[in-house]
């Protein structure tokens, strides 16, 4: 039997990991199966109440558990901008229900239009034509004419330093006034790039913490608010566990078949304490 004290070889990773072995309580799966909404709080014998409904501040707790877990399996990450405002802006938009590879092929395609004035000035047809690898090019390319034109009217013009200043409110909503930007977008670029205290919750994001019961069953801009008042004002906190949510979301919890077997998360995870093995894909019943 292993100590606490003593490293093992995590499953996801090849450094040790100080935490113990996670033991799975098989008698979890024989548990009935209890609904998230429409709560059924009546407790079964022996099985804890779900993540889902209990108080904020144990849920707090349990989102910085997470945390930790996935430093340990995907590392320390220091925050950082990945790109200029200008151009995490219009990519995030490009981004939308498309695949990282695609986005960033149709924003070379853009660029190769120009600069930001040129594209204003390019007929709509073209710029849809350059974005093409993004999914809905027809509905992007004038939201993004718009949406620089707008910029381009702001006092800095496309320098959006101003944003690092502006209060959070203010900022949130001069972004999400510009056609096209959402609050996951608008979070981005104000987490991103200038390191202020939102949490941009994107589909894994969403995904993973519905299923853990950080959250109950909420859409993904309800959970921008609800994660946010559950996390603390702290920017480097909330970019690491944002980008290693995504890691997982992509290489363990997926949106079908999720790979419970190895996840560093299941020991605490509602919808493992609900379905064991057999997590449904997610936005089943
Ligand atoms: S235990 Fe399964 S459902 Fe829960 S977070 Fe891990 S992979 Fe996702």
Request: proline share 9%.
């Amino acid at each position: 039997m292993m100590g606490t004290s003593e490293k093992h070889r995590c499953p996801l990773h090849s450094t040790s990991c100080s935490k113990p072995p996670f033991t799975p309580d098989l008698s979890a799966r024989h548990r009935p199966k209890r609904k998230l909404r429409g709560v059924n709080t009546t407790p079964t014998p022996n099985a804890p109440p779900l993540n889902a409904v209990r108080p904020a501040g144990e849920r707090a707790e349990l989102l910085t558990w997470i945390k930790d877990c996935l430093r340990e399996t995907y590392g320390e990450l220091a925050l950082q901008p990945r790109r200029e405002p200008m151009h995490e802006l219009i990519s995030t938009i490009l981004s939308q229900r498309t695949t990282h590879k695609d986005e960033e092929a149709a924003y070379y395609s853009l660029s190769e239009l120009g600069d930001w004035d040129a594209i204003i000035e390019a007929p709509t047809e073209a710029v849809a034509h350059a974005i093409r690898r993004s999914n809905y090019p027809e509905s992007k390319a004038p939201r993004i004419q718009e949406t620089l034109r707008r910029i381009k009217a702001a006092p800095g013009g496309y320098d959006l330093e101003f944003l690092r200043e502006l209060p959070l409110k203010e900022a949130l909503k001069w972004l999400t006034d510009l056609p096209g930007v959402g609050v996951k977008t608008a979070s981005l670029v104000l987490l991103f790039n200038f390191a202020r205290p939102v949490f941009p919750v994107d589909t894994h994001v969403h995904r993973i913490n519905t299923r853990v019961g950080t959250i109950p069953k909420m859409g993904e801009q309800a959970a921008h608010r609800a994660l946010l008042a559950l996390l603390p004002p702290d920017p480097p906190f909330l970019f690491e566990l944002h980008k290693n949510l995504l890691k997982h979301g992509q290489q363990v919890c997926q949106w079908t078949r999720p790979k419970c077997g190895v996840c560093v998360l299941r020991e605490r995870c509602d919808a493992y304490a609900i379905h064991g093995d057999r997590v449904p894909s997610f936005g089943e019943k």
